[in-house]
């Protein structure tokens, strides 16, 4: 089967011009203009629309254990949510449990995703333990094409290592070419003062966001690019959502370090007031690191514009209003932490980037598809239209109005963080490795499609 995408304008991370683009198979064979239509079995028309490639997060949670609860959107669900807001390649976690083997972590994590999974996922493993075989199992991992791990300085007992272990990770990485993610916060310090809330009866949503201050953010990112500075190793930080914490990224950048982060939409259009709804509502708002107060946003928009920042990931990680967040309805700690976000982040990245002139369109696909390929080792087999990449592409209509809404989204959740965002811009048409998976807001894919993805180490963002 071979299509030809006519008449449409190409956007890639350094160039946008019209062009026609010819997929074999598989593949992209082809990008240029004038391909005649004889070429190809299938014609699409991209009249006025922008080609551009699929969508990349690298920061999702599905099917996810969490305080006693499971993330609501399994692979299959949570692929197809994805693929209904033009993210063709996702990078999930796996969690290697204390004194299990990494190996084993994964092994669940493809049955999780086998038979399930509608585009093309990766791994990223989370590291709790490096005793015994830790460093060979991070070895082995990469030899498996999981090119990067997550670990944790919050959630003390639970997930959190210390700077021994971030140290030896870290180390291990500078001579495996992996990529170290951390979640950046100072969780020590957080359940101090988690303990004091809860002492003085401080028990609604709100006091998650109160009890996580940036401070604790900007010390851990702090703490953790000095590790690696030390280890001579890249590192990234995870859902970044201060000014004080970016501060110290761009310092570190600034410097020549291989500093990276990333932020997601919540950070960059929400603040501190939604955890302040009535009737617990503000319970749909508990994630962390927690929502910050409205002067944080125009900096981290500022951060993407000015690379600060380099990628857009969602860390989609829903649990329903309903059964699941009402978990803490008596206690905040207890609320299940995360939010739903999979489908909407090209959409709101559009429409509150481009349309209102803080980004580039250039910029818009770096973030939220070049850039990750890059950073994660999928470049340039994903994250750029240029023969021989996979067909992993979109159609992008820049005229659709779309308002976002729990009624009409395709996430297994109960609400929305944007319920009632009104956009412009919205895919049109989704192919994933030359398949067309979603046309017109009808889905043409099928559970189980979407494969592994073995990334490279020494992505090349940093080389
Ligand atoms: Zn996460």
Request: hydrophobic share 40%.
């Given at each position: 089967?071979?299509?030809?995408?006519?008449?449409?304008?190409?956007?890639?991370?350094?160039?946008?011009?019209?062009?026609?683009?010819?997929?074999?198979?598989?593949?992209?064979?082809?990008?240029?203009?004038?391909?005649?239509?004889?070429?190809?079995?299938?014609?699409?028309?991209?009249?006025?629309?922008?080609?551009?490639?699929?969508?990349?997060?690298?920061?999702?949670?599905?099917?996810?254990?969490?305080?006693?609860?499971?993330?609501?959107?399994?692979?299959?669900?949570?692929?197809?949510?994805?693929?209904?807001?033009?993210?063709?390649?996702?990078?999930?976690?796996?969690?290697?449990?204390?004194?299990?083997?990494?190996?084993?972590?994964?092994?669940?994590?493809?049955?999780?995703?086998?038979?399930?999974?509608?585009?093309?996922?990766?791994?990223?493993?989370?590291?709790?333990?490096?005793?015994?075989?830790?460093?060979?199992?991070?070895?082995?991992?990469?030899r498996e094409g999981v090119a990067s791990f997550k670990l944790f300085m919050a959630y003390p007992n639970v997930l959190m290592v210390d700077d021994?272990?971030?140290?030896?990770?870290?180390?291990?990485?500078?001579?495996?070419?992996?990529?170290?993610?951390?979640?950046?916060?100072?969780?020590?310090?957080?359940?101090?003062?988690?303990?004091?809330?809860?002492?003085?009866?401080?028990?609604?949503?709100?006091?998650?966001?109160l009890t996580r201050p940036t401070t604790a953010e900007a010390e851990a990112v702090h703490r953790a690019i000095a590790l690696a500075e030390i280890a001579r190793a890249p590192v990234y930080i995870v859902h970044l959502s201060s000014e004080d914490a970016l501060n110290e990224v761009r310092?570190?950048?600034?410097?020549?370090?291989?500093?990276?982060?990333?932020?997601?939409?919540?950070?960059?259009?929400?603040?501190?007031?939604?955890?302040?709804?009535?009737?617990?509502?503000?319970?749909?708002?508990?994630?962390?690191?927690?929502?910050?107060?409205?002067?944080?946003?125009?900096?981290?928009?500022?951060?993407?514009?000015?690379?600060?920042?380099?990628?857009?990931?969602?860390?989609?990680?829903?649990?329903?209003?309903?059964?699941?967040?009402?978990?803490?309805?008596?206690?905040?700690?207890?609320?299940?932490?995360?939010?739903?976000?999979?489908?909407?982040?090209?959409?709101?990245?559009?429409?509150?980037?481009?349309?209102?002139?803080?980004?580039?369109?250039?910029?818009?696909?770096?973030?939220?598809?070049?850039?990750?390929?890059?950073?994660?080792?999928?470049?340039?087999?994903?994250?750029?239209?240029?023969?021989?990449?996979?067909?992993?592409?979109?159609?992008?209509?820049?005229?659709?109005?779309?308002?976002?809404?729990?009624?009409?989204?395709?996430?297994?959740?109960?609400?929305?963080?944007?319920?009632?965002?009104?956009?412009?811009?919205?895919?049109?048409?989704?192919?994933?490795?030359?398949?067309?998976?979603?046309?017109?807001?009808?889905?043409?894919?099928?559970?189980?499609?979407?494969?592994?993805?073995?990334?490279?180490?020494?992505?090349?963002?940093?080389?």
């Amino acid at each position: 089967m071979s299509t030809l995408i006519r008449n449409g304008t190409v956007v890639n991370a350094d160039a946008t011009f019209p062009a026609d683009i010819l997929v074999e198979g598989e593949k992209i064979k082809e990008v240029r203009a004038g391909i005649p239509e004889t070429a190809a079995t299938r014609v699409l028309d991209a009249t006025g629309l922008l080609v551009m490639p699929g969508g990349i997060d690298a920061h999702t949670h599905l099917d996810m254990p969490f305080g006693g609860t499971t993330s609501s959107d399994d692979f299959e669900t949570g692929t197809r949510a994805a693929a209904f807001g033009g993210t063709t390649t996702i990078v999930d976690f796996a969690i290697q449990p204390r004194g299990t083997r990494m190996r084993d972590a994964l092994d669940t994590w493809w049955k999780k995703a086998d038979g399930k999974a509608q585009i093309d996922y990766g791994l990223h493993m989370i590291v709790t333990d490096l005793g015994g075989a830790g460093l060979e199992d991070m070895d082995d991992m990469v030899r498996e094409g999981v090119a990067s791990f997550k670990l944790f300085m919050a959630y003390p007992n639970v997930l959190m290592v210390d700077d021994a272990t971030i140290f030896r990770a870290l180390s291990q990485t500078a001579k495996n070419g992996a990529l170290v993610c951390m979640h950046a916060e100072n969780g020590s310090v957080i359940d101090v003062i988690v303990a004091r809330a809860l002492a003085e009866g401080k028990t609604a949503p709100i006091y998650h966001a109160l009890t996580r201050p940036t401070t604790a953010e900007a010390e851990a990112v702090h703490r953790a690019i000095a590790l690696a500075e030390i280890a001579r190793a890249p590192v990234y930080i995870v859902h970044l959502s201060s000014e004080d914490a970016l501060n110290e990224v761009r310092e570190a950048r600034d410097r020549g370090l291989p500093a990276f982060a990333e932020t997601c939409p919540q950070y960059l259009l929400l603040s501190i007031e939604e955890l302040d709804r009535p009737n617990f509502e503000g319970a749909k708002y508990v994630f962390t690191p927690p929502l910050r107060e409205k002067k944080n946003l125009p900096k981290l928009w500022d951060g993407l514009k000015h690379d600060h920042l380099q990628v857009v990931s969602t860390d989609h990680c829903p649990f329903c209003f309903e059964d699941q967040k009402a978990l803490g309805k008596s206690d905040f700690t207890k609320i299940p932490n995360g939010g739903p976000g999979i489908e909407n982040r090209l959409q709101l990245i559009y429409h509150h980037g481009v349309n209102q002139g803080k980004l580039t369109l250039n910029r818009f696909v770096e973030l939220v598809s070049t850039a990750p390929a890059r950073i994660f080792g999928m470049f340039p087999r994903k994250g750029v239209l240029a023969a021989g990449s996979d067909a992993d592409i979109i159609l992008w209509d820049p005229a659709a109005d779309h308002t976002i809404s729990a009624q009409t989204h395709h996430m297994r959740v109960d609400y929305s963080m944007f319920e009632g965002f009104r956009v412009k811009g919205n895919v049109r048409t989704v192919m994933s490795c030359g398949e067309v998976i979603l046309d017109g807001g009808v889905f043409l894919g099928k559970a189980g499609r979407g494969r592994f993805l073995k990334r490279q180490a020494r992505g090349g963002a940093w080389t």
